[in-house]
């Protein structure tokens, strides 16, 4: 068959797809028996798989489309790139344009202190070299018994060995045996699930302090960094109470480690800022970044750099050896740059910070009056609902998690929706591009959602 056309009937593509594509993240028995749901177009806001259905793409891909789907101005910009240098290598002491301009423009709108990124093809890939920057920069400082990492459990930060270790994934820890040796630890400041007997305020230093007591535990000699997403995608949309970050901040100041922002998610407006530590006033000496950088037109990453790590990787004039085939490729390069002008000139980021993030918010948090529903959270354009069975006593879960989450995102998808289900609860986080218009209609089949799996849930007795 050819690539691009959906002639061909879905049970068709489904059986082809069963017997020789192996899927992400996915049980591939059931997945092959149940087959997958085929998607053809794109367009804005909007999905169309094979059987012409029309889908509300409320995870904007895979948290990554930020400027909506179809935009010709950045095909268009790979094409032209692709006619006049359709790839070379940074390796030999060579550059070329398209990743100079990026570089260019990507220190501009990173925060003052942070000028220099470094390139590859994904988030995973950006934390598998931010693993080997941050304990090479301590070697390099004369600390090299600075080794460990300071992670969270049920953070993300891919799923490369590097990646897995660092985020606290406890399934995906137990394949492969990882963690790799020098990382650590801290618990995640998830107050709805876990902190719930105090108020969120005590539980935002409580779950702060956890990184003091692990730095004073291991050594502060032996401690290289601490990475952590300014808030918790994949792990559920954890949204931090307000004073988690100003404690960390102390903590940090207080120690000699490096901070690593995971900005995979966060960054490129997603919380109405251009990163997310901007948004919470913190000063990482590290930024991944991927997904929003090319809202995923095409694959690319990057390590963002401060002046601090670079001119500490530059003392002793030794090379870092360090770096991957496609670093900065022109065509890559050439998408995020029209993926950043167009995010630039439509005014994105401050749209998300004044207008249809505000706008969004104040309908989705009303989704937490609905009987099913414990808390509605929402920060930027990115918020989750947590379904509970008891809404007198809403910290109790589902005997068995995971499974009302899984029939709530398969009635959202029916409903024309794509949310995703993360253990029992439901998170958005929608292109930037959003109408109020289209944020009226994600909150209404958001409520219908609702109303029909509660009389599934109801019927099948897990709930009342
Ligand atoms: C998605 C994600 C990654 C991994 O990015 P890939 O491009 O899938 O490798 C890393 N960190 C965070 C916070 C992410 O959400």
Not at 204 to 232: N, S, T
Not at 381 to 400: Q, T, Y
Request: hydrophobic share 40%; with cysteine; glycine share 10%.
């Amino acid at each position: 068959m050819t690539a691009h056309s959906n002639i061909y009937p879905t049970k068709a593509l489904q059986e082809l797809d069963a017997a020789h594509h192996w899927h992400p993240f996915s049980d591939m028995k059931s997945l092959n028996q149940e087959g997958s749901r085929v998607i053809t177009h794109a367009d804005g806001i909007w999905l169309t798989d094979s059987e012409g259905n029309r889908i509300l793409d409320g995870m904007a891909g895979l948290w990554c489309v930020q400027v909506g789907h179809g935009r010709k101005e950045i095909a268009d910009a790979v094409y032209k790139q692709m006619n006049e240098l359709s790839y070379y290598n940074t390796f030999f002491k060579t550059t070329h344009p398209p990743a100079i301009a990026l570089s260019e423009k990507l220190a501009k709108l990173a925060p003052d202190h942070i000028n220099r990124v470094f390139y590859c093809s994904s988030g995973s890939e950006a934390n598998d070299t931010v693993f080997r920057m941050v304990r090479t920069y301590w070697d390099k400082m004369g600390k090299p018994n600075k080794k460990v990492i300071i992670g969270r459990w049920n953070g993300y930060h891919g799923s490369t060995l590097a990646g897995t270790s660092l985020g606290g994934m406890k399934g995906m820890h137990q394949q492969g045996g990882l963690p790799v040796p020098g990382v650590h630890h801290i618990d995640q400041p998830y107050w709805f699930g876990e902190g719930h007997e105090m108020s969120p305020e005590e539980f935002g230093v409580f779950a702060a302090r956890k990184l003091e007591e692990a730095i004073d535990e291991i050594g502060e000699d032996k401690v290289a960094a601490f990475i952590a997403e300014p808030i918790q995608g994949a792990g559920g949309v954890i949204i931090p109470p307000e004073t988690y970050w100003p404690e960390i901040r102390r903590i940090l100041d207080e120690r000699d480690i490096l901070f690593v922002s995971d900005e995979v998610i966060c960054g490129f407006g997603r919380l109405g800022e251009w990163f997310g530590s901007t948004h919470y006033g913190m000063k990482p000496d590290l930024m991944p970044i991927a997904k929003g950088l090319t809202s995923g037109y095409l694959p690319m990453g990057g390590v963002m750099v401060s002046d601090r790590v670079a001119e500490g990787l530059m003392l002793s004039g030794e090379e870092f050896y360090h770096g991957y085939t496609y670093s900065g490729h022109p065509a890559c390069a050439a998408a995020a740059l029209a993926n950043l002008e167009i995010i630039e000139r439509e005014g994105l980021v401050e749209r998300v910070k004044t207008d249809i993030g505000p706008y969004l918010k104040e309908r989705w948090l009303k989704l937490g009056d609905h009987p099913l529903i414990g808390e509605a959270r929402m920060t930027g354009l990115v918020g989750a609902l947590e379904l509970v069975p008891d809404k007198k006593n809403p910290h109790r879960p589902f005997k068995d998690v995971g499974t009302a989450g899984t029939i709530c995102r398969d009635i959202s998808f029916g409903n024309g929706m794509v949310m995703r289900a993360v253990r029992d609860s439901l998170i958005i986080s929608p292109p930037l591009v959003l109408t109020h218009e289209e944020a009226d209609i994600l909150v209404k089949t958001a409520e219908k959602t609702l109303d029909e799996t509660y009389q599934v849930l109801k019927r099948d007795g897990w709930i009342g």
